[in-house]
């Protein structure tokens, strides 16, 4: 048959891990297609996005810097990306361009397979019951907010750095959803609360800086709380050193980099993805 292409637009996208994920994902269902790596300097991004109408291509991800941007060169994008305002994943259906962000779902399905919420009927994961703490207010934050909104949290605190900057995305994610959101700067303010979920969305730990939480804060939190920094790579970092000393349950991001994974494939082959390949091949 023919051969079929998908690949990863970004600068820089060299150290990807995505074809690693999905090329022994393709091979495993004899889908005859390849992972490319797409490094697209930004006047290049316009000409890129449209090539991907070309016969053959089955889509693309979208990764840095450009999840926000390539939102206008789409014909459709989905309502949780167009939400959100950031498309990871691209979808070239009948030379029309379909955006989708699966980072924020597949956080959601890391987070339920490490134990937490429950699985729907309509296949989503209800965190009810649950309130979270959200370190950070950037791009990854945002997609973590609304996943956590969406997800039926009884309440949510965005911590940041900025104070400015999570007061936005805490008025933003109060646009669509009724949990009460608080925005803080300062953790000496937060009141923690029965099962809680500490998410990491900062960069902080991505070079072995301090933790974005000090322990003295994380040691008031309770003994069932469960501790997320999407940070992936180092797969360990000062936050869930803490949480491990403390006995709390705790993962890095992988598991939510498998997530969006599998379900960015789901989309573009129309198959189930094989999870277990993937989480193999990540872990290899
Ligand atoms: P942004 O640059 O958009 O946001 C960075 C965030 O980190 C801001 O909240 C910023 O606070 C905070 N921050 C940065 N430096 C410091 C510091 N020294 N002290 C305190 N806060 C700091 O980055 P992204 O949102 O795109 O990415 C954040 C992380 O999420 C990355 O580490 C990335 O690896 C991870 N990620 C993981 C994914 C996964 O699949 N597991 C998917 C996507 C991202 P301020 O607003 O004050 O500047």
Redesign the pocket.
Known sequence: GPQLRVGLIGDPVAHSFSPRLQQPALDALGIPATYELWRTPAEQLLVRIRALCQQGCLGANVT?PYKESVLPLLDVVDPLAAQIGAVNTIVNRDDYLHGYNT?AP?LLRALHEHGLGSLQADGMISLKGYTAVLL??????R?AAFALASSGIECLVIL???LE?AQLLAALIQKSYECPVFSLSDSNFLIPHSSSIIIN??????HE?AS?LPADVLARFNADTFVYD????PIQTNLLLQARTMELRAAN??S??LH?GALAFELWTNQPAPLEIMRAALMR
């Open positions: 840095i980072d597949g950070g207010a950037g791009g990854a934050a997609g940041n750095r900025s900057r969305a900062t960069s902080v730990g991505l800086e974005p999407m940070i992936y790579n991001g992988l939510m980099l969006q």
